[in-house]
């Protein structure tokens, strides 16, 4: 790390060069290649994923997306003729549309069932052939913008759907400009000059520029959601400044302490500070890669394109942090401002008074502080993992009309049809599809059944059934999970066919099934492999352990409290949303950010600490002097990335939203309450066990220092 410091400080104009060069070319090529994002999800080994491939072999048609337009009168019926004749040539002039295999008017014999009892509320079936994600959002606008043209005059015309979501889906608004606005209030408050401010926003601004410029790149090459760019750029942002921020803040102390020698300044900043943040930034690229052994290739590219913008930030704050400060109108006013104003010894001497009343109230502190941290964890054992419907859409959005429409007229169950799929033998299996419907139609939850569709080939029959109840109700779930497990097994031995339960909610059912079934596999990888790293270079066992129990209680509570919003509906009015599930793979997602996120001020604050008591072999004064020096950075960066994340809780898409609620509410526990409470008490009731190794395996070990110097230094004294 110091060669790489003196390199960037003596060819600090060729970094920067080299720098802007990549941010241009990056920049450039994804301008010539727009990003291209898909939000296809493959759940191999599932009944939907298996009844999906069947129906895209046997009815292309049915395999595409399927949407509804929904109709209503003010007065009289759907039925009359003058209505009939203005909605039979809007439903004709939409299935002539590209992409659009066919319309099933309620006025045919084929659609007889899809007018209401009481002649008010209608809905037409539109087909497309492609699923709603990877249909062109041309193709559904101008679907849109045909049949809405057929509204006036008494005549209400809505449309629902996975494909219409997808296309009246907006842009979110641009909330990292709230959260960069913060940063820099934040830091010109911490460092009391612009200079001090400008610079670790001016790098992380470089690295999230490059990192999502690639990221545009990276689409055209693996599957990447639509969100990933948003969730790229927040936890990019926040770490981006963050790590920067540990980098000029030690660079300030070392200023000092090097009598303003500003080479060796940035030496000494980078052989400390610098360590840190490449072993966190290489933590939180792990653990947010672990996302991989899920088996989900939905969250392959979110994955690799949020730790491929955390590795880039990492770099630039390792390359383009020390080649800023090597001149003088950068490194030098810093340096100077911090020796001019003499904060250090006032701000260490509060954060090191903090430390003595944690200390002195220690066990109170590690009783208290966990007890927090349980409470908030509980409601997360109550959370539904299920995919949102239309029904939490904003109530001025098309879909959410048709989906309160499609309930009043035909109850809730309309708005999620579930899809029975029936692998036949041969033509003399037909006979069996009526029993098979009857039997559906009879089960509990089940409302209405269509007739039977089979394949031209006469190997596949779809009977779509219709439940009491809304696609995300708890009760919807347990149907499917019945018909799974004790309607079709049986109507399938009987009848000698093979019986798939697909469809909207069936769909999330798998999905929730296979993060559940394959979450301790990655929870116990990414904290295993932490757990090493730790070991590693802090050369203790106890290290480890503390930080992993921390970092779990701090994910648990960040995921209550978004159960409790976004579920329970504490305070969602005044997010202006609805309640609901929480979507299946939000969890997973935040456990990997989270975990690598969490491991920052881990090592910051503990690195310091380890110095301190390699220094002087006093484990309490270790505690107190290593809070005291970073202590006010810590709770300064922290508070920066709550900014940056809870500014993403106003962009209007709820999935972000989530993300933004969950990870600003982590980032607060870990550095208010975890690191400056939990972690020094907990640290002075261990004293010098903390950095107890058995003598074999630190032998075994390699030496790896983050403070410099050597991991295995030990202290000349240990008597506390």
Known sequence: MPALARFCVRRGKLVIALWVLLLVAVAGIGKAFPAVYSNTISLPGSQSQKAGDLLKA???????????????????????????????????????????????????????????????????????DEPGNTLPKAATKKAMSVATAARGDGLQVELGGHAIEQAERKPPAATEAIGLAAAIIILLLTFG?????????????????VGLSLLGILSHVLDTADFAPQLAAMVGLGVGIDYALFIVSRFRDAYVEKDGDLVEAVVAAMDTAGRSVLFAGITVVIAILGMMLLG??????????????????????????????????????????????????????????WADAVVKRRWLCAIGGTLVLVLLTIPAFGMRQLHNDAGNNSADQ?????????????????????????????????????????????TPGIVAVTPPRISKTGDLAVVTA????????????????????????????????????????????????????????????????????????????????????????SIGAALGVVTLVFQEGWGAGLLGIEPGPIEPFLPVMMFAIIFGLSMDYEVFIVSRIREEWTEHGDPRAAVRNGLAATGRVVTAAATIMICV????????????MMFGLGL??????????????????????????????PAWLDRLLPNVGIEGGLANDKPESKDS
């Open 58 to 128: 046997s009815f292309p048609s049915q395999a595409g997306d399927h949407s509804q337009i929904v109709l209503k009168v003010d007065k009289g019926s759907i039925s009359a003729p003058a209505v009939q004749k203005r909605v039979t040539p809007m439903l004709k002039e939409v299935a002539a549309l590209p992409h659009v295999t066919g319309v099933i008017s309620p006025y045919s014999q084929q659609g007889k069932g899809q007018i209401s009892k009481d002649g008010k509320i209608a809905f037409a079936l539109l087909s497309f």
């Open 645 to 656: 994340f809870a500014a993403f809780m106003f962009g209007g898409d709820k999935v972000i």
């Open 466 to 553: 219709y439940s009491e109840t809304s696609p995300q109700s708890e009760a919807t779930t347990n149907l499917v999970d019945h018909l799974r497990n004790d309607v079709t097994p049986k109507l399938a031995a009987k009848t000698d066919t093979e019986i798939l339960v697909s469809g909207f909610t069936p769909a999330t059912v798998d999905l929730a099934n296979i993060f559940s079934s394959k979450l301790p596999l990655f929870i116990g990888v990414v904290v295993l492999l932490s757990a090493m790293l730790l070991t590693l270079v802090f050369r203790s066992l106890l290290v480890p352990i503390k930080a992993a129990v921390m970092n779990l209680l």
């Open 193 to 209: 000059s612009v200079v001090a401010m400008g610079l670790p926003v001016l790098t992380a601004l470089f690295g999230l520029g």
């Open 398 to 442: 098309t879909t959410r009309k048709a989906y309160d429409l499609l309930a009043e007229g035909f109850g809730p169950g309309f708005n999620g049809p579930l899809d029975i799929v029936v692998k036949l033998n041969g033509p003399k299996q037909h006979s069996a599809i009526g029993d098979i419907s009857k039997t559906i139609q009879a």
């Open 664 to 693: 600003a509410t982590a980032v607060f526990l870990d550095a208010f309450l975890i690191r400056v409470i939990l972690l020094p008490a907990v640290m002075d009731l261990a004293a010098n066990a903390t950095w107890w190794l």
């Open 296 to 353: 989900i290739s939905f969250l392959y590219g979110v994955a690799v394109a949020t730790s491929m913008v955390v590795l880039v930030t990492m770099l630039a704050a390792i390359t383009l942090t020390p080649a800023l400060l090597g001149f003088k109108r950068f490194g030098g006013r810093i340096g100077a401002s911090r020796s001019k104003r003499g904060r250090g010894a006032k701000e260490g001497a509060i954060w090191a008074r």
